[in-house]
């Protein structure tokens, strides 16, 4: 059970702020990070998993300050994440990809197999990784990143690239990863996925945080309807 | 006082001559995103032919000067963007590197061709006039390297900064689809600033030419500097490159006046370039780890471990037969093609499954045979220490270099390199004050050497596989594909990098033990700097993914210098050849051997 505090965290590339003095509190279960694009939300993935440094503000993972550690010590302290652009390791296979993060983890391999079968991709463990498709490579990625037993699990736009059906048995596998006491932060543009499963929801817009709450709380407020729902 | 003000002078003039050059790349670099390795190759061959033009033809300087950089260079600017360039746009930085390195070969090759070995005295500009400024004296050329500094400066700035072209060229760069969307042509704003920087290498390589002498390599290698003062501007602002090459020009400049002139020193001033290249290395800001896009490159399939015993079993039985019915002059070129297809196998690790692209391999070997022949032991211990130093060695250039990836990191071994080369293996230290050094040999005969040089070619291409296979190999080609994935994944992915460059090290060291035992005698002229990028191409030709690909590249290279003293009139053509087939082959580092591969999985299936 994590809690994942950020606080006052301020991003700027040049002339734009790209995330501006956002505080946030991520409880076990599963927490939507919504927003239009360009509100943020990747570069606070960034920021969280240690790619970016922030120009300002503070990370910390269970009362620790993690500002200043890098990506593979955050890793090791349980922070996993996938990417909005597909990261696999294109000229690996798919069940080496998995096979990377286990050993990282010092974990045995022959898990690589259960988790391709766990998030339904066990059909391409053969495969060359960059062949497979879209929606598949984001399984990939989520595949891996349960490969490094993770506390904290950051997903961006998972389900981009899924069908309806492959899409809710992804909602239920996201329940699932929560029961079993994983803090899950899902950036994701299908509503449904969002109000249907999140236990939390914070909304970005233009770097700045606009409302936290429930998905009750966030589909009844105002600026949001404005800035996103429409 | 006043010899502080001629040092200066000089160091100011020299440092002009360096901003030219540097000014063309940085054009280049910025507006088709191609580093070119070649620029400083293009300058010496327009140099030869400035040369042609106004010492063997009698031509005016002026007219000679004006069809050099006004016509000729442009000219070859625009074919070598048509033909080689535009067809790597996007390409990842080591294919782009490799047909660069492809260019500078091929036109050393040329420049042999056409102008064979023999003294050529260029005489300087305005060689009546100078002056006086207190009691140094600022001879006309100084005058018109330095005006030449000033308009070209001048004029790239207005170019980028006051033209609509140079706009265009800056909004290329960011986005040439938008650009192309908004009527710019991006194709003619590329082959436009390779004109442009064709034209200023040829204008800087012509300035230096009474100072360095017409000489294929040392001109070429002299832009070593100018990659220097371009990377003050981290290849983008020209001020600052035009900054860092003056600065370069008088710290050289000094280091001539108050540095004592012992043997070391001398070889210190002479690597300043390459010591400062690396201290602009380390204080670059450190790259960001790559987000976006998946990477992947077909490599060819590994072998299972049953593949490779038949495999290294069929190939032991041929070279004993070889070894039993060749004469010994062939056994012993054979075990040379063996060394260097061990080479080839540091290579296999370090570029073909790593994706680290190094221009500076050879100097591992030399690192090796110096020790083995320092050593003076023909004990195998020997061998295996010339390994250890190599890795320790390689250890150290990553290392130095962990803040860097990319075409920085190629930049940078190639700064080791000639580091290496000036302070170590063309010094004293290396070989001794006669240059060169006896090699006591673990075995005697060319057919016991060929059969030790087999025997280890095959024992480290079974290391290179297994390699693959395992975890290491997971994560080398893991990190190749997306540092930032690995990141995330608690690999310290800067760790993986020492550790190969170290292994790979040791390969090549190891090699470099085998050739120096082989050769018996080992001189600093075996390990010449330019050494590194026949080899770089040659395991690109043949494929730097496969064991195979080590095998045929280690072969063709030991054949290169056997054809060409055999047929005097075809070796400038081989080179040529050399650096167009690496330019043309650049796309496919799987190289010759996967034809081989592609055709034998056709047959089967």
Redesign the interface.
Known sequence: MSTLRVKGVTVRFGEVTAVDDVTLTVEPGVTGLIGPNGAGKTTLF?VI????RPSAGQVSLDEEDITSK???Q???MG???T?Q????????TVW??V???L???RRPARLAGELLERVGIAKFADD???TVPTGA?RLL?LA??L??DPVLLLLDEPSSGLDRAETEEFGELLRQLSAEGRSVVLVEHNMDLVMGYCDHVHVLNLGRLLVSGTPDVVRAHEGVREAYLG | MTALLAYTIFGLVTGGAYAVVAGGLVLTYSTSKVFNVGHGAIGMVMAFLYWELAENRGLPQWLALLLVVGVGAPLFGLVVERFIMRRLTGAPVGITLVAGVGVLVGLIGVAQVIWPPQARPVRPFLDQLGVHVGQSFVSGHDLVTLACAVLVAGGLYVLLNRTRTGLAMRACVDAPELASLYGTRPTKLSALSWAIGSALAALGGILLTPVVQLDYVTMTLLVITAYTAALVGRLRSLPWTFAGALGLGLVQSYAVAYLPSSPFWISFRAAIPALLLFVVLLVMPQSPLRIGGVRGSRGVATPSAVTTGVAAALFGAVVVVLALLVDPVVAAQLALGLVFGIVMLSMVLLTGYGGVVSLGQFTFVGVGAVTVARLGSSSPLALIAGAGVAAVVGALIALTALRVSGLYLALATLGFAQLMDKLVLQSPIAFGVRGSLQVPRLVESPAAQLLLAAGTFVLVGIGVLAIRRGRLGRRMIAVKDSSAACATLGLNVRWIRVWVFSLSAAIAGLAGGLFAQLRETVAASDFQLFNNLPLLLFAVIAGVTSVSGALLGGVLLMLLPVLQSGFPAFAGVAVVLLGVAAAGLSRDPNGLVSWGFRAWSWRRA
């Not at chain 1, 652009?85 to 690996?92: D, K, P």
């Open positions: 960034d998993s240690g790619l970016r890098g990506p593979h955050r890793s090791r922070v996993a994440r990417f652009r597909l990261e696999v390791f294109g000229s690996l080496e990809n096979v990377v993060a050993e990282s983890r060359q990784a960059d490579a990625e891996r990143a490969a490094t």
